[in-house]
């Protein structure tokens, strides 16, 4: 594991703990995992976040629902798994960084590349070099060893993966993982699309264990206007 620590000063879009309505509703969402239990009766450990299309705000719930954990002094591993398009990755400035990738193509401790975050508790797991053959990667054996690795050495691991109505990496994974959170764009998202997102995760034997509204615009009561890109 290594010691590279990054500031909030890189991740523009990390909740701040002042923001007690944001930071409120990431809470409530924590909340009601923790009642969640899989099917041999244990609580969520591995949760995948993805969404039916890009710009849906995916990374952004990834990154701030682990934060949460953490800050409940919990032992949390956020990864980049969005090969394609490694967004959390280009956001801790660590684009040219191992990870991920390099773990599933190699013979290395699946710790070997994980840094410490910008909180404490928190660590992270860049995507790794873009590889060719994302989808290869994903679905192995080898991602299964690596996913029991983490299991043993963390409380919580989130992934962030593609949108699921794109590629397939996400509905894989979630296969792999205790449960799904499908993130939907307030006023963006269609019906259908979500409807057929749950139906390919289902699919492939993974479990959706809710959904994120994101996006949406409050009263001035509430709070500003809350807008993720």
């Known amino acids: 594991m290594q010691n590279d620590h990054y500031s909030h000063s890189f991740l523009p879009n990390v909740i701040d703990t002042g923001n007690t309505f944001i930071a409120e509703r ?3 969402i924590k909340t009601n995992l923790q009642f969640m239990r899989t099917e041999d009766g244990n609580p969520l450990q591995t949760l ?9 705000g995916k990374s952004f719930c990834a990154l701030n629902l682990a934060i949460t954990y953490a800050r409940q002094n919990l032992k949390v591993l956020l990864v ?3 090969l394609y398009k490694p967004k959390l990755t280009s956001q801790f400035k660590m684009k040219y960084r191992e990870g991920l990738s390099n773990i599933l193509t190699e013979d290395t401790d699946p710790m070997e590349y994980v840094q410490e975050g910008c909180e404490e508790n928190l660590h992270f797991l860049p995507s790794g070099i ?3 053959n994302p989808l290869e ?3 192995t054996e080898r991602m299964k060893e690596v ?3 983490y299991r043993e050495a963390f409380d919580l691991v989130v992934f962030d993966t593609p949108p699921v109505l794109l590629l397939n990496d996400g509905r894989i994974l979630g296969s792999m993982c205790d449960g799904v959170i499908l993130t939907v ?3 963006v998202t269609k019906e259908k699309d979500v409807l057929q997102a749950i139906d390919l995760i289902n699919r492939a034997e993974g479990r959706v264990v809710g959904s994120i509204l994101n996006g949406k615009k409050y009263g001035t009561r509430e709070m500003k206007t809350y807008s993720y890109y």
């Open 26 to 28: 990431f809470r409530a």
């Open 137 to 139: 990667l994903i679905n």
């Open 185 to 187: 764009r307030s006023n």
């Open 147 to 149: 996913l029991d690795t």
């Open 130 to 132: 873009v590889p060719p």
């Open 48 to 56: 995948v976040f993805t969404s039916a299309h890009k710009g849906e």
């Open 80 to 82: 980049d798994a969005d």
